[in-house]
């Protein structure tokens, strides 16, 4: 064995709204803010594989308690891009959004 672990989807903790805590430990390495509090407690992760090369990744706040304006966030992930990729290619997209039920095509932000 080589050491490394393949993420697959378990059926049922695919979308935001039967994501598990314990996936969150399984995807993230680390999660760290400069807020007063710290990072929020997730309510939960979820993982989905719309293609064999893409994944989706996301995290789960309670209502009225997720990330504020005006901070630092910063979250390791545990994975490697392998050899799927090629030099230049993008390889992570965040999606910050507020509300995934009652707009889920709005996004707050976005990153590469």
């Not at 989807?9 to 935001?16: Q, S």
């Not at 993230?28 to 929020?40: I, M, Q, V």
Request: net charge negative.
């Amino acid at each position: 064995s080589d050491g490394k672990e393949e993420l697959l989807e378990t059926a049922g903790d695919t979308v935001p709204e039967t994501a598990k805590q314990t996936w969150c430990g399984s995807l993230f390495k680390e999660l760290w803010s400069n807020g007063a509090d710290g990072f929020p407690l997730p309510k939960g992760c979820y993982l989905q594989r719309p293609t064999s090369k893409s994944w989706i990744m996301g995290i789960v706040f309670p209502a009225a308690s997720g990330l504020e304006r005006d901070r630092t966030y910063q979250m390791v992930l545990n994975g490697v891009v392998g050899d799927l990729s090629n030099k230049g290619d993008e390889v992570l997209r965040l999606v910050v959004m507020d509300d995934f039920k009652l707009r889920p095509f709005h996004a707050i932000e976005m990153g590469r």
